[in-house]
């Protein structure tokens, strides 16, 4: 039977191992003892290491798959908002143009006349789109 070397850490004592059981030892990554008693045992595995790297990759994968999605139902939501005010804004527009009061649903052959005389806070509020930066 073939035993393979092993260095205790603690006390340099050379003893040797069964591979078989040096094999159970790295999978289990369990604790043994030198023959002077001291605990040694051999780590995480090179596989488990790269094991745990995989699982957190995927981890942070998903995750960004996530974010990613929830970004693009914002951006769909900020888009069918953008289109719903750029269709009020043409409602107003062709209201306008025809002679309609924003405020008072009436028509008007003069509608500047009439927004200055009977609604002149409406005329008077800032102009949100001049203030954009």
């Given amino acids: 039977m073939s035993f393979n070397p092993c260095t205790c850490a603690a006390c340099g004592i050379v003893f040797g191992i069964s591979p078989s059981y040096e094999a159970i030892l790295r999978r289990s ?4 003892y ?17 094991r745990r790297e995989r ?8 995750r960004l798959l996530d974010a990613a999605s929830e970004q693009r139902e ?3 939501l900020e888009r069918r908002r953008a289109a719903a005010a750029r269709g009020q804004v043409t409602k107003l527009k062709k209201r306008a ?4 009061c924003p405020c008072c649903n009436r ?4 509608l500047a006349r009439h927004m200055a005389g ?3 806070e409406f005329i008077s509020q800032p102009d949100e789109a ?4």
């Fill in 29 to 32: 990554g369990k604790d043994f």
């Fill in 74 to 76: 914002i951006a769909n």
């Fill in 130 to 133: 001049s203030h954009v930066h």
């Fill in 55 to 62: 699982d957190r990759l995927k981890q942070q994968a998903s």
């Fill in 34 to 50: 030198c023959p002077n008693g001291h605990s040694l045992s051999f780590g995480e595995s090179e596989a488990d290491k790269l």
């Fill in 107 to 110: 028509t008007f052959s003069d």
């Fill in 118 to 120: 009977q609604h002149p």
């Fill in 97 to 100: 143009a025809a002679g309609v």
